[in-house]
């Protein structure tokens, strides 16, 4: 039976000491295939994103799912620069929501915060598996929404709530794929 594309979960964000890496999450119902975005932002950007769990640079067009229909999910595994992991691999995902932390180069953003009375809850998960030399292995990633899901949602609901529902569907859509008794949140 072929693979199905079952969702694209967008703006992930996968920390790095050199520079933090964006990717796109092509969950099948095999597997999700972590796959490397161009550099769209600077790892100053990058790395302000993973701290407020929203987007600052709101341009970036992303792929959708039907962009990755024609795709041979073969050739996105073989590429040295994507991340795939069998669900059948997947040890534990947890999700976890945590407040960012002041940093002196982010003034005007923590004053703006501030002001605005919200709160900017970062959502990260930390998922662990087994590779093929059954060697465990933990991937962090933050999921950071992109400014074509938070602009329309920006007029009607608060910046907590829409980083809320994007962590949500997120994690809903591993709940489709992956046993229940290993996610938690």
């Not at 829409?162 to 859509?173: E, K, N, P, S, T």
Request: aromatic content about 10%; overall charge positive; proline content about 5%.
């Amino acid at each position: 039976m072929p693979e199905t594309r079952l969702a694209l979960i967008q703006g992930v964000i996968v920390p790095d000491k050199d520079y933090p890496k964006e990717f796109a999450v092509l969950v099948t119902d095999r597997r999700s295939i972590f796959i490397r975005q161009k550099k769209t932002r600077s790892g100053f950007v990058l790395r302000g994103e993973m701290r407020y769990g929203t987007a600052l640079v709101t341009d970036v067009k992303p792929k959708t799912l039907e962009d990755y229909e024609e795709t041979d999910i073969e050739s996105l595994v073989a590429d040295a620069s994507n991340i795939a992991i069998p669900h059948d691999s997947v040890t534990s995902l947890v999700m976890t929501k945590g407040e960012p932390k002041f940093h002196l180069q982010d003034l005007f953003v923590w004053l703006t915060m501030r002001r605005q009375g919200h709160k900017f809850h970062v959502y990260n998960c930390d998922m662990s598996y087994m590779d093929s030399a059954n060697h465990e292995i933990k991937i962090r990633f933050y999921a950071v929404p992109l400014g074509v899901y938070f602009k329309p949602r920006r007029q009607t609901q608060t910046r907590e709530t829409i980083l809320r529902y994007y962590a949500v569907d997120a994690l809903q859509i591993f709940r489709k794929v992956l046993p229940a008794e290993i996610i938690s949140a």
